[in-house]
């Protein structure tokens, strides 16, 4: 029931892009995204709901392809505030807010 | 900046030990969470709750025991330490959607800043 994250860690220079993935065997309602930094709490980054929305944060975006059961999550033009770990939590029935996480992905960042 | 609170943020105790870790919010979210987190590793979901009186186990099977009293508090508590129970926890809220003012469509979780647990 866990969605699988890939990859499991990035490592990028300053400006470049990256994309994270998060897939689930099960039929989803939504799609929540967060970023952890070390040693602090998550911190929301959007939620995707069934039907191939796409929303946006500043120089990061995420789709929801409902078919494939797949979330990805885009960063362009990375800042090196953008590191830290990405989870997404899954939400499979409407309403229920009960997110199954991934197991995250490790994002750094150099100059 | 999210109102939720966890104290403490760290404690060291000694095996068969009682110990509560607490969480308030003051957001007035209905929906409360507690989960565990061992470093560099994903959230496992524990304890979750939604609303008064109503508290329910999470995926993830775990000897503590939690309780939804009032609105704003979610304590956790572990009736005997073991050095198994060594981890982080974080306690999460979120408004259910079409609850509160404006009639909110859809909710994030907030995390508090989370209790790192040792057990000696």
């Known amino acids: 029931q866990q969605p699988v994250q890939s990859p499991q860690a990035v490592i990028l220079r300053e400006g470049e892009d990256a994309v994270i993935n998060c897939s689930s065997s099960?039929?989803?309602?939504?799609v929540h995204w967060y970023r952890q930094k070390h040693g602090e709490a998550p911190v929301f980054l959007m939620i995707?709901?069934?039907?191939?929305e796409q929303k946006g944060h500043e120089k990061i975006s995420a789709s929801f392809n409902e078919k494939k059961q797949q979330s990805s999550l885009y960063l362009t033009a990375s800042q090196l505030s953008y590191s830290g770990t990405y989870f997404c939590?899954?939400?499979?029935?409407?309403?229920?807010?009960?997110?199954?996480f991934g197991q995250g992905t490790r994002l750094t960042i150099n100059p | 900046e999210a109102d939720i609170y966890q104290t403490p943020r760290y404690l060291v105790i000694g095996t068969g030990k009682k110990i509560t870790l607490e969480c308030s919010q003051t957001?007035?979210?209905?929906?409360m969470y507690w989960y565990q987190q061992d470093p560099g590793m994903e959230l496992h979901l524990i304890h979750y709750?939604?609303?008064?009186?109503?508290?329910e186990k999470g995926d993830l099977s775990s000897e503590s025991t939690v309780s939804r009293i009032r609105t704003e508090h979610f304590p956790l508590t572990l009736e005997s330490a073991r050095p198994s129970h060594t981890s982080q926890y974080l306690c999460?809220?979120?408004?259910?959607?079409?609850?509160?003012?404006?009639?909110?469509?859809?909710?994030?979780?907030?995390f508090g800043q989370g209790t790192r647990l040792t057990v000696v």
């Open positions: 957001m007035g979210h209905d929906k």
């Open positions: 099960k039929a989803l309602y939504s």
């Open positions: 995707l709901l069934k039907g191939g």
């Open positions: 999460a809220s979120s408004l259910t959607p079409g609850q509160g003012a404006g009639r909110v469509r859809r909710t994030e979780s907030f």
């Open positions: 939590g899954t939400e499979l029935i409407q309403g229920a807010q009960k997110l199954v």
């Open positions: 709750s939604y609303g008064v009186n109503s508290t």
